[in-house]
């Protein structure tokens, strides 16, 4: 391997330099390490010897100020895994740090660099937002059991991750979190992964799996997030995943939990020569679910390969990944009797119990689009399926002089397949609920019906006949339930490009001025088709017929079939294009080297036309049924919309570092949440969102003790929530969307305390007061002062993570154990605040041990059965609530899951 030497004019030797300490002012810029050290040796005069391969793939972060050389390598060369000393020749040499397991002079930030909301990788302790970041190590240690688990783990962000692996709700300092990732963005390698990060069942965590090629994570709140991205104004979740460096090396891990997960993880990476690398991995599994229906639920998954090239002035990156992997989808559960309150659990357990089952898997979903009739065949264990193919280019590149150039692109094709079991109504009491629908029998069959009875949809006697469904086994209960099927396709092509330029004598210090230019297309189309069932709660959960009986007991007709109280209760679909352009510039001034002021703005555009397929209802003529008399589905005709308008969004920050310890940022940002794609669609008349936010930031990093603590403000101007209305002129109820505003006052805090080497204590906590106001209704007006002052739905005022960690060896093996005790307070399912969801607290245990080359891990999540209920029954709710004070149907977190984990390191 070749070794590089920095040579300058030389004012005095290398020891004598380091030893004397001599002072000198330093400009080195963000760069390849390898190039910051030659222009640290150029212009303190001094030499320094480094190999290539021990510096090929870093980047150095900004040294600028009046230091020493000690003080400048010190700063260079922090996080790299390098260190220095002075040679035989009396030269410095940069070499690899010795083998260590923890370095707690670094404290909780260290040297971290981020890039993640930045025009340039900068030191994680000189960002003027709230940055988390998260190694591999740190990800799999804290278990997660999908995406947005992992992100519900980081300060300032709640997820109900009890959906399962993907289409989970996170709320992001307050703000609502009932549709997805609606104001967050998720991005893998620094680009989102469709145009917009919450298009329609296309949402981040749908097309994002946590695997071994994930080498960290890096969350940004807030912040300039909305300057860099898209549809990002309450931040940035940024997977960034492996690339190859000059070792070759790689790993295969084996994950077993005992809800029947079986998964293989594996990855390598090296070099192919020619200053090319690679790295290439991914995972496969199966799984039984969370809740399992009695059928593998989650099955597949991804690969990915990175191909990089690097010079020594940047580096360029071709990449490819495909994803195919199938996953349950979660709804809400009954919980208790509404007759008497009592719990349901001996019907349908709240840990491990669904409404899904093989007995109620397989439907048959009749439509039509235009004049042709069609039928599909489904199966609810096909779950949400979801088949994506990303490519795409990057490249980041020094052109000297104080330019630098860097472009992203990135194209995606995804299909995904929704196939699962929605809730609709509550529960009901099997004779008051046959007695609703008495009248309607009586329309349909004749007034001679004199009684409705039920029985099993699919079951037939020896004889062929019917077969009676005894109540008892439900203790009486039955429910209406719908099924969804969401077929849906999406492509995007997305590119970002951006200059930057080092400016010197525009006032003190040093700018560096980026401008950016984004471009973005994407298609998509998309169905819903719904038809509502009647079950059981109890035993398989079966589908029911109900029978139209007369007085000799002969059958005059159904008011289900098979099991079906309406079919095509719902129809929506359409295709849209949308186009994206956006311009954005920045300036981080270095002011001084204890002030860095930055600044941004970005104004973006979109010009999206939608086709609406229009629905239309059918009756679809079966008289033996009251099912298909009033069915929805494609008309044939369509509708076209077109929707154009632009937004802004600016920042500025500051962050000032009193000492090395201690600094202090602040932060105030005014941005926007325009609409998705399916938007057009559905002619949507809302106006884009605007937020408004500021924060006050103090950070702290000793060698035993270091803190992240940020005070924070969001002003939201377009709180949405869905629920009925009664219609002034008929007295009719109607379905409607209320809007309001909401405030959010809050402050987030992460810290970690290492007093000895053989423990630690780290936590997180944040307490907010989210308060919603002016909820009307765009026709009939406002609902009134009752509303106002409350909790915007399933948003918690606390939640709070504390973890200690015990290191310690077994003889050889060094080993850890750790537990997390993480609480979540009270939330509510709606917006009147009257059906309260209890707060909860969450035990996980685990230890780990390094034996060889193997890394083992044992883990046991919610290791006390802890009942968190995350939402309510949300269809009917929104508004109003559930009549109770405490939620009687909802969806609970997960029951307790052990989980081994074994990794090969090669």
């Given at each position: ?13 290398a020891?004598?330099?380091?030893a ?5 002012t ?12 030659e ?10 010897l480094?190999r290539?391969?021990?510096v090929?793939g870093?980047?150095?972060v900004?040294v600028?100020g009046?230091?020493?050389?000690r ?20 030269a ?22 981020v ?14 937002y ?23 783990k980081?300060?300032?962000?709640y997820a ?21 990732t609606?104001?967050l963005a ?10 917009d990060p ?5 949402n981040?965590?749908?097309l994002?799996r ?7 994570v890096e969350?940004v ?16 979740i ?36 020619g ?6 991995g991914?995972f496969i599994?199966?799984s ?11 099955k ?10 690097r010079?020594?002035s ?5 990449y490819?990944k495909?994803i195919?992997?199938t996953?349950a989808?979660y ?24 409404m ?9 979903l009749?439509?039509f ?12 264990a096909d779950g ?6 990303m ?8 052109l000297?002089?104080?330019?630098s150039?860097?472009?992203k ?10 196939d ?14 046959a ?6 029998a ?5 007034a ?13 006697g ?5 077969v009676?469904w005894?109540p ?48 973005s ?6 169905q ?19 029978l ?9 007709g159904?008011?289900t ?11 929506i679909g ?6 994206r ?5 920045a ?21 999206q036309?939608g086709?609406?397929?229009?629905t239309?209802t ?5 008289p ?34 009193f000492?090395?310890?201690?600094a202090v940022f ?6 926007f ?15 884009d ?5 500021a924060e006050?930031?103090v950070?702290?990093?000793s060698?035993t003790f ?5 005070g924070?403000y ?6 949405s ?8 002129l ?22 970690v305390?290492?007093p000895?080497?053989a423990?630690?204590l ?25 509303y106002?002052?409350k ?8 939640i ?6 015990v290191f310690?060896d ?12 993480a609480h ?8 009147l ?6 707060a909860y ?7 780990t ?5 193997f890394?083992?891990?044992g ?21 109003t ?11 609970p ?9 074994g990794?090969?390191?090669?």
């Amino acid at each position: 391997m070749s070794c590089s030497l920095a040579l300058a004019c030389l004012t005095a030797p290398a020891s004598q330099a380091l030893a004397q300490g001599a002072r000198s002012t330093l400009d080195v810029r963000a760069q390849p390490l390898g190039s910051a050290l030659e222009e640290l040796s150029r212009q303190s005069g001094t030499d320094i010897l480094f190999r290539s391969d021990n510096v090929a793939g870093k980047r150095s972060v900004e040294v600028s100020g009046t230091m020493s050389v000690r003080q400048a390598l010190d700063r260079l060369l922090k996080g790299t895994g390098l260190t220095y000393g002075i040679g035989a020749s009396g030269a410095i040499v940069v070499k690899p740090e010795p083998a260590r397991t923890v370095d707690i002079a670094e404290g909780l930030y260290g040297g971290e660099i981020v890039v993640t909301g930045v025009a340039a990788k900068t030191s994680k302790f000189k960002t003027s937002y709230a940055v988390s970041t998260l190694d591999q190590a740190q990800v799999v240690k804290s278990a997660p059991q999908s995406t947005a688990d992992l992100i519900g783990k980081i300060p300032g962000f709640y997820a109900e991750a009890s959906g399962g692996e993907s289409n989970n709700n996170i709320s992001a300092r307050g703000l609502p979190g009932t549709d997805g990732t609606r104001f967050l963005a998720l991005q893998e390698d620094g680009m989102l992964l469709f145009q917009d990060p919450n298009e329609i069942y296309l949402n981040g965590d749908s097309l994002l799996r946590l695997d071994i090629m994930t080498e960290r994570v890096e969350a940004v709140r807030f912040g300039s997030a909305p300057i860099f991205t898209s549809n990002a104004p309450a931040g940035v979740i940024n997977y960034i995943t492996r690339k190859g460096g000059e070792e070759a090396k790689g790993a295969l891990r084996v994950t077993v939990e005992d809800r029947g997960q079986k998964r293989l993880d594996g990855f390598a990476s090296g070099p192919l020569g020619g200053d090319w690398y690679y790295a290439a991995g991914g995972f496969i599994r199966v799984s039984d679910g969370y809740r399992n229906p009695g059928y593998t639920t989650d099955k597949g998954g991804q690969f990915r390969v990175n191909l990089t090239r690097r010079f020594a002035s940047g580096e360029l990156t071709a990449y490819a990944k495909y994803i195919d992997e199938t996953n349950a989808f979660y709804l809400p559960i009954p919980l208790k009797d509404p007759r008497d309150g009592s719990s349901l659990a001996g019907l349908v357990d709240p840990l491990r119990g669904t409404m899904l089952s093989n007995a109620n898997r397989s439907y048959v979903l009749p439509t039509f689009t235009g004049s042709q009739g069609q039928s599909f065949q489904r199966d609810l264990a096909d779950g949400r399926h979801a088949r994506a193919f990303m490519t795409g280019l990057d490249f980041d590149i020094d052109l000297g002089g104080g330019w630098s150039v860097s472009n992203k692109l990135r194209y995606l094709r995804a299909t995904i397949d929704l196939d699962t079991l929605f809730s609709t109504t509550g529960l009901s009491d099997y004779r008051t609920y046959a007695a609703n629908k008495l009248q309607a029998a009586r329309g349909a069959f004749g007034a001679g019906v004199s009684e409705l009875r039920y029985v099993l949809a699919d079951a037939r006697g020896a004889d062929g006949g019917r077969v009676a469904w005894d109540p008892s086994g439900s203790r009486g209960l039955v429910t209406e339930q719908s099924y969804r099927y969401v077929p849906m396709k999406g492509t995007s092509v997305i590119d970002d490009f951006r200059l930057s330029k080092d400016v010197f004598g525009f006032g003190p210090g040093r700018h560096t001025l980026t401008a950016g230019l984004s471009y973005s297309r994407a298609t998509l189309r998309h169905q819903r088709l719904l038809q509502d069932s009647l079950h059981e709660v109890g035993q398989d959960r079966r589908r029911l017929d109900l029978l139209a009986l007369d007085a000799a007991g002969t059958v005059l007709g159904s008011v289900t079939d098979n099991g079906f109280l309406r079919y095509g209760s719902y129809y929506i679909g359409g295709r849209a294009e949308s186009d994206r352009y956006a311009v954005y510039i920045a300036d981080a001034w270095q002011v001084s080297e204890a002030l860095s002021i930055d600044l941004g703005f970005r104004n973006e555009w979109y010009d999206q036309t939608g086709v609406r397929w229009l629905t239309e209802t059918r009756n679809l003529g079966d008289p033996t049924t009251m099912a298909d008399d009033a069915v929805q589905g494609n008309s044939g005709r369509t509708a076209i919309y077109r929707d154009k308008a632009d937004n802004q969004a600016w920042t500025i920050g500051a962050n000032y570092e009193f000492s090395r310890r201690f600094a202090v940022f602040s932060r105030f940002t005014k941005s926007f949440r325009s609409r998705n794609v399916w938007a057009t669609v559905t002619d949507s008349a809302n106006p884009d969102d605007e937020i408004t936010g500021a924060e006050l930031g103090v950070k702290y990093n000793s060698p035993t003790f270091s803190l992240f603590a940020t005070g924070f403000y969001s002003d939201f101007n377009r709180l949405s929530i869905s629920g009925p209305t009664v219609n002034p002129l008929t007295g009719t109820n109607e379905s409607s969307t209320y809007w309001g505003k909401l405030k959010v006052y809050g402050i987030e805090s992460e810290a970690v305390w290492r007093p000895v080497e053989a423990f630690e204590l780290s936590g997180s906590v944040t307490v907010q007061r989210p308060r919603q106001r002016d909820l009307q209704e765009g026709r009939y007006g406002n609902l009134g002062e009752i509303y106002d002052g409350k909790l915007p739905s399933r948003v918690p005022e606390v939640i709070a993570r504390v973890t200690p960690t015990v290191f310690f060896d077994l003889g050889p093996v060094p080993m850890t154990f750790y537990g997390t005790v993480a609480h979540t307070g009270r939330r509510y399912v709606d917006a009147l605040n009257s059906t309260k969801l209890p707060a909860y607290t969450v035990l996980d245990l685990g230890i780990t041990a390094r034996i060889g080359d193997f890394d083992l891990q044992g883990t046991v999540t919610n290791l006390t059965n802890e009942i968190g209920i995350t939402e309510g029954n949300p269809r009917v709710d929104a508004l109003t609530g559930q009549g109770t004070n405490v939620v009687g149907f909802g969806r609970p977190i997960f029951g307790r899951t052990f989980r081994l984990v074994g990794t090969w390191n090669f």
